[in-house]
């Protein structure tokens, strides 16, 4: 070998090495570095025993229900498990049923998650008002966001916007 | 003198290619912006605030891609020994700081009114964040080791070690549940991403583009010529205290 050769291996050797003890790092800490659960990945956690913790999902249509002095309870979906959250505070513009949120807090013991916090999730697509009024206007919504115009025959309930996100 | 004809070839390409390239971004950078403000339809869900996204998105990719052009050089540097490696390193880290920091604060700018928070930690908000810290660490280091070889040895390194980060940004919202959406225009099944947002998007990334190979190459000229005055000033003071000290480092060393 010459000695660039030598080099090129030594690099590459390390850049293996490096890769795989991140790569292990990253899985051992899974748990940590995910900012949200699903509410299927908590309906398959043993007792969270009300530590706090974040939930994401989408606010599941015709589930917000505002009970006044700020306080709403809505229900976050994965379109497999449900979780009732029950929040005070100000909603962000972006909160919509149907739409990603992401709320921070506790699970009860009463099965209710108690939220502190409410984020709203934005989902990757992008599109005028125009397009989405005709394609709502068609009865169809785009399945994967394919935005040129190729609506899948997908009905607004089974496939919400940002849906494929979770 | 072998090592050299290579940087004196490049001074005279990029004397004719400069002011070429900064007419073309100049160019370009206000058709760009021209389109992202005032002919980008707004979205449905984000209103105006999707204009921020035709700042945002080309800046992330450009703080990505300058480390890919970072680690190439580095490779050079460490297996070629090349010196114009060494200044295309060095001219790239500031640079890739700057497109980073571009990328954080608009997104933090958008994210205050779409998800209601400036900043949050999920996986692909705080990758960035390293990565515009590894870019202020190399920034620190070219600059804490004054011999030129070695500064350039010990930051190849350095990026050839921080480009792990790389595909953990890129694929953080695939790997992880994060705030932060996936990927709109490179991803599985085309861009989800309607076509009038999606040329001003374009046409403002390679305006970036453009606007990077400018300054690197300008960056990359100044220094070369650096370090030829900084050999002709050693050269200058030996010459002048021959009688003191060994004529140490001629630049001939690497």
């Known amino acids: 070998m010459t000695r660039k050769q030598k080099r090129l291996a030594l690099i590459a050797s390390g850049a293996a090495v490096v890769s795989l003890a991140v790569g292990l790092v990253m899985f051992a800490l899974r748990d940590n570095i995910v900012f949200f659960y699903s509410p299927t990945e908590l309906a398959e956690k043993p007792a969270t025993n009300g530590a706090r913790l974040r939930i994401g999902g989408l606010v599941k249509p015709a589930s917000l229900d505002r009970q006044g002095d700020q306080t709403v309870r809505f229900t976050v979906t994965d379109m497999k498990h449900d979780i009732a959250v029950t929040y005070t505070g100000l909603l962000p513009d972006l909160f919509r049923e149907g739409q990603g949120v992401v709320a921070e807090g506790a699970l009860r013991p009463d099965g209710v998650f108690h939220a502190d916090s409410v984020l709203a999730k934005h989902d990757e697509r992008y599109m005028p008002r125009e397009v989405a009024d005709a394609l709502k206007k068609q009865g169809v919504w785009q399945e994967e966001g394919k935005s040129e115009g190729k609506p899948a025959a997908v009905p607004a309930q089974t496939a919400p916007q940002g849906a494929q996100a979770y | ?254």
């Open chain 2, 1 to 254: 003198m072998r090592n050299y004809a290579n940087p004196t070839n490049f001074l005279a390409a990029a004397r004719v290619a400069t002011p070429i390239l900064a007419t073309l971004t100049g160019a370009l950078l206000g058709v760009g912006l021209y389109l992202a403000w005032f002919v980008a339809p707004a979205d449905y869900q984000q209103g105006e605030t999707v204009r921020i996204m035709y700042l945002h998105v080309p800046a992330a990719w450009l703080s990505m891609f300058i480390y890919v052009t970072m680690t190439f050089a580095a490779l050079g540097s460490l297996v070629w020994r090349h010196p114009l490696a060494d200044a295309a390193q060095k001219a790239a880290a500031p640079l890739g700081a700057g497109f980073t920091f571009l990328c954080l604060v608009t997104g933090s700018l958008w994210g205050k009114p779409m998800w209601g928070a400036w900043w949050v930690w999920d996986a692909r908000l705080t990758s960035v964040l390293v990565l515009f810290l590894i870019y202020l660490a190399l920034v620190a280091l070219w600059r804490t080791i004054e011999d030129p070889g070695k500064a350039a040895r010990a930051a190849a390194i350095f990026t050839l070690v921080g480009a792990v980060n790389i595909p953990i940004i890129k694929f953080s919202v695939d790997w992880w549940n994060t705030l932060h959406q996936p990927a709109s225009v490179f991803r599985l099944g085309g861009p989800a991403i309607a076509g009038s947002m999606l040329w001003p998007l374009l046409v403002m990334a390679l305006a970036f583009t453009l606007l990077f190979l400018t300054l690197h190459i300008m960056a990359i000229r100044n220094e070369i010529l650096r370090r030829r005055l900084r050999r002709l000033s050693i050269q200058t003071a030996d010459a002048d205290r021959s009688e003191f000290s060994a004529p140490a480092s001629l630049g001939t060393a690497r």
